[in-house]
């Protein structure tokens, strides 16, 4: 029998056994997570536009929001900088706190941090309380909450609703995001129960109204949406969705859908249903110039944006990637092996493993010279740095954000033929480096053929 004390818990959101990229069953994203800022960011550009929050959530450039992550935030003030001063006209950039996983006084001071972001979100993920979808979130993670002791701070997170949400919560919710800064408010975003399809559009369209009615004549709210995937899936549901959106006066929604596990580790969703449900959802919201915003969706998000979404969410950890159901594996070593590095293959829009992404960049002779890979090169050898990966995806995703923006062919063709490059080069460099396992890029063929 082996020890109890070797056993370590590790919470992963792919099918791929490989415990080294998984994180620990945590936590909450208290401020000790971070380190200090390294350097002060230059304001000034939203002195550029009257009113610089509205401006990003109008239909045009599409809208980038950094995710904050329990680890590694302390670089996101430095990506949002290099984001803005490469492509401030192409795309609108914000970011988003997870409001119950922290402190008040935490998401202030990263507000404060993340100040060159007009849109800043503080999501009260209302899905994750004890009467919503909370419950089954904690027995994905062996009995863990999903938010842990930071509860204590919200009351609009713990206080008990007998019998229903009163509008009186409703203003709860709005007043805990103001009190932290939040330019742009989120209504609460209970978890849709499809079993209970009437109960829960009913409750988004009430929520909605007693939002507006409690809003200042200069707020700008996005109705939060929180669903199982069967909202995309099921033909019935989903059109009985879309007519709601549709039928409100509401123009912009903050839509989160709970994926399946996920095939690899850092992987895209890959499952066609639900691709082609979001496609169906961007196009709806396209046609009726609405704004559609998808927070946890990484790259499936920039197709979304190609495809009529205006915006959407990623940062540095899986769980803010996507917003997948997830499951512990105990692994019996102690202490844990050293985690797998693992880096986003810019040509190949996948993540791999750094042996293989070198090689991949050897091969291609295209080595990224962003300010963050540059200084991960100039580590002492063997060592490797996570916040710096982790940074140099979400620039190229600005990158790849303001290639599809700015290209004159539209965005879906530029995002086609991203996809096209991707999967030549995947072709190129096969022959003399397999692409396997987790770093096959799988979702390829099928952004392709959505994107055609
Ligand atoms: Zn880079």
């Given amino acids: 029998?082996?020890?109890?004390?070797?056993?370590?818990?590790?919470?992963?959101?792919?099918?791929?056994?490989?415990?080294?990229?998984?994180?620990?069953?945590?936590?909450?994203?208290?401020?000790?997570?971070?380190?200090?800022?390294?350097?002060?960011?230059?304001?000034?550009?939203?002195?550029?536009?009257?009113?610089?929050?509205?401006?990003?959530?109008?239909r045009g450039a599409p809208l980038l929001l950094l995710h904050k992550s329990h680890q590694h935030s302390s670089v996101l003030p430095q990506v949002a900088d290099d984001i803005l001063r490469r492509h401030g006209g192409a795309l609108?950039?914000?970011?988003?706190?997870p409001m119950p996983r922290m402190s008040p006084t935490s998401i202030e001071a990263y507000f404060d941090r993340m100040s060159t972001a007009p849109v800043r979100i503080a999501?009260?993920?209302?899905?994750?309380?004890?009467?919503?979808?909370?419950?089954?979130?904690?027995?994905?993670?062996?009995?863990?909450p999903y938010v842990g002791s930071t509860?204590?701070?919200?009351?609009?997170?713990?206080?008990?609703?007998?019998?229903?949400?009163?509008?009186?919560?409703?203003?709860?919710?709005?007043?805990a995001q103001r009190s932290c800064g939040a330019t742009v408010l989120l209504t609460p975003g209970l978890w849709g129960d499809p079993a209970t399809?009437?109960?829960?559009?009913?409750?988004?369209?009430?929520?909605?109204?007693?939002?507006?009615?409690?809003?200042?004549?200069?707020?700008?709210?996005?109705?939060?949406?929180?669903?199982?995937?069967?909202?995309?899936?099921?033909?019935?549901?989903?059109?009985?969705?879309?007519?709601?959106?549709?039928?409100?006066?509401?123009?912009v929604f903050y839509l989160r859908v709970r994926w399946p596990l996920l095939g690899q580790p850092y992987g895209q969703l890959i499952?066609?249903?639900?691709?082609?449900?979001?496609?169906?959802?961007?196009?709806?919201?396209?046609?009726?110039?609405?704004?559609?915003?998808?927070?946890?969706?990484?790259?499936?998000?920039?197709?979304?944006?190609?495809?009529?979404?205006?915006?959407?969410?990623?940062?540095?950890?899986s769980g803010e990637r996507a917003f997948a159901d997830t499951r512990v594996i105990k692994i019996n070593t102690k202490p844990r092996p050293a985690p797998t590095r693992r880096v986003f293959a810019h040509s190949l829009l996948h993540v791999v493993d750094v042996t293989t992404a070198e090689q991949v960049d050897s091969l291609t002779a295209d080595r990224c010279h962003c300010r963050f890979c540059r200084a991960q090169r100039r580590l002492p050898a063997g060592q490797w740095d996570k916040a710096l990966?982790?940074?140099?995806?979400?620039?190229?995703?600005?990158d790849m954000t303001a290639g599809i923006a700015t290209n004159p062919r539209g965005r879906r063709v530029a995002a086609r033929r991203a996809t096209r490059d991707a999967r030549r080069i995947v072709g190129d460099v096969s022959a003399r480096l397999p692409l396997v396992g987790a770093n096959e890029p799988k979702h390829l063929e099928l952004w392709a053929d959505l994107l055609r």
């Fill in 389 to 398: 990966a982790g940074a140099h995806y979400l620039r190229r995703v600005g």
């Fill in 123 to 144: 999501d009260p993920e209302c899905f994750a309380r004890d009467d919503s979808f909370g419950s089954s979130l904690a027995a994905q993670r062996d009995g863990k």
């Fill in 1 to 58: 029998m082996p020890n109890e004390d070797d056993i370590l818990e590790l919470l992963v959101d792919s099918l791929d056994l490989d415990p080294t990229d998984a994180t620990a069953v945590d936590e909450d994203l208290d401020e000790d997570a971070d380190e200090e800022l390294e350097e002060e960011l230059t304001a000034g550009l939203e002195e550029e536009l009257d009113d610089p929050v509205e401006a990003a959530l109008r």
């Fill in 151 to 175: 509860s204590k701070h919200w009351s609009y997170f713990t206080d008990v609703q007998k019998n229903g949400h009163t509008e009186t919560w409703v203003r709860d919710v709005l007043d």
């Fill in 197 to 251: 399809a009437k109960y829960a559009i009913a409750t988004m369209r009430q929520h909605a109204e007693w939002s507006r009615r409690a809003l200042d004549a200069d707020e700008k709210l996005a109705v939060n949406v929180t669903i199982p995937a069967s909202w995309l899936t099921t033909g019935a549901l989903r059109d009985r969705l879309l007519d709601e959106i549709v039928d409100m006066d509401e123009q």
């Fill in 271 to 317: 499952d066609r249903t639900i691709l082609d449900g979001y496609l169906e959802l961007a196009a709806v919201f396209d046609d009726n110039d609405k704004v559609l915003i998808l927070p946890n969706t990484g790259l499936t998000g920039w197709v979304g944006a190609a495809c009529g979404a205006h915006g959407f969410s990623t940062g540095i950890g």
């Fill in 92 to 97: 609108q950039l914000g970011t988003i706190a």
